[in-house]
Structures are given as C-alpha cells and as structure tokens.
Nanobody, 125 residues
Framework: VQLQASGGGLVQAGGSPRLSCAAS????????MGWFRQAPGQEREFVAA????????YYLDSVKGRFTISRDNAKNTVYLQMNSLKPEDTAVYYC???????????????????WGQGTQVTVSS
C-alpha cells in the first residue's frame, strides 16, 4: 500500500488549499481514509476521516465548518479541502488508510494501518 499526499505549501491566513492523497496497492473503495496533522513539538492529531462508503465523515472540532474531506473512488484519491486557514493550522498533514476489518474509532491514529509521507502546510499571518 502506498499513499502519496500532495497540495501543501506556504499559504496566507484565510487561504483555501486542497490536499490530495493518491492511494495504490489496495482496493480503495473498501478502505476508510483519514487525515492527521503534526505541528512542531506536538503530538499527531486527528483532523478528518471518511468512511469507505462515503456516508460518514468525522472532523476535529476546530476544523468543522472550515475543512471538508471527500473521496473519489474512481481515482483512488481522498481530498482535504481547507478553507479559512489559520496560523494554528500549520503542520505536516498525513493521510492514512484503514482496512475493512478495522472496527476502531476513526479519531485514533491506531485505527489506521497505512500512512503517507506527509505534506507540509505553513500558514502565514
């Protein structure tokens, strides 16, 4: 399984970049997908997740209403649309995948068995 995240960079506060994560080596439509982030000196934290059926989405409270997770099963890609970015959103963003047999909570990184390499998002004030 390979997950390739892209779309990060230097963004001004209030900006709206979209992160993409292209997956390969798995039956994408059967995997739940998530985004996590890690800021310098902090632990990795959950940002958003989407179920394999696309019927359920989950968000960190501080990004609700600003970020939207979506997936395109035909393209084996999950997206994170980020709007109204704030300096505190600065972090390395990781996409992750969890197999169909995983029953753990989407909010916990331990529920995800596969991780991408991360893409840096830096928000300037």
């Amino acid at each position: 399984v390979q997950l390739q995240a892209s779309g990060g960079g230097l963004v001004q506060a209030g900006g709206s970049p979209r992160l993409s994560c292209a997956a390969s080596g798995l039956t994408f439509s059967t995997y739940g997908m998530g985004w996590f982030r890690q800021a310098p000196g902090q632990e990795r934290e959950f940002v958003a997740a989407i179920s394999r059926s696309d019927s359920s989405t989950y968000y960190l409270d501080s990004v609700k209403g600003r970020f939207t997770i979506s997936r395109d099963n035909a393209k084996n890609t999950v997206y994170l649309q980020m709007n109204s970015l704030k300096p505190e959103d600065t972090a390395v963003y990781y996409c992750a995948a969890r197999g169909p047999g995983n029953r753990g909570s989407y909010y916990y990184s331990d529920s995800f068995g596969y991780w991408g390499q991360g893409t840096q998002v830096t928000v300037s004030s």
